[in-house]
């Protein structure tokens, strides 16, 4: 099966930069050629919110909260999405997931991966 296994986690202070990894292993075809590719972040007593995506097509969507900060990229020879995350902030700390979401007019058995979550804690 498709695993979405994340990394780059962990205490930051605010103004600073951190990278997370997702590394997407299992498949036996290109995965992104099927699958929009997103990072979603949850907050303590809060909801699960898009943070950004980028499409099978790699057109890219930043939520406003984080756009001019956070950009979303991939490695195709890596099978890896990553998320650079600058000028951090307190409200930013949450614990992000990886995901995978079947395209628009794509065929999936499966419609959604998610990875198992990062701590992200930002905090002086």
């Known amino acids: 099966q498709v695993q979405l296994v994340e990394s780059g986690g962990g205490l930051v202070q605010p103004g600073g930069s951190l990278r997370l990894s997702c590394r997407v292993s299992?498949?036996?075809?290109?995965?992104?050629?099927?699958?929009?590719m997103a990072w979603y972040r949850q907050a303590p007593g809060k909801q699960r919110d898009l943070v950004a995506a980028?499409?099978?097509?790699?057109?890219?969507n930043t939520a406003s909260s984080v756009k001019g900060r956070f950009t979303i990229s991939r490695d195709n020879t890596k099978n890896t999405v990553y998320l650079q995350m600058n000028s951090l902030k307190p409200e930013d700390t949450a614990i992000y997931y990886c995901?995978?979401?079947?395209?628009?007019?794509?065929?999936?058995?499966?419609?959604?991966?998610w990875g198992q979550g990062t701590q992200v804690t930002v905090s002086s």
């Open positions: 995901n995978a979401h079947c395209a628009p007019g794509s065929w999936c058995r499966i419609n959604d991966y």
């Open positions: 299992g498949s036996a075809f290109s995965i992104f050629n099927i699958y929009d």
């Open positions: 980028i499409t099978t097509r790699g057109a890219t």
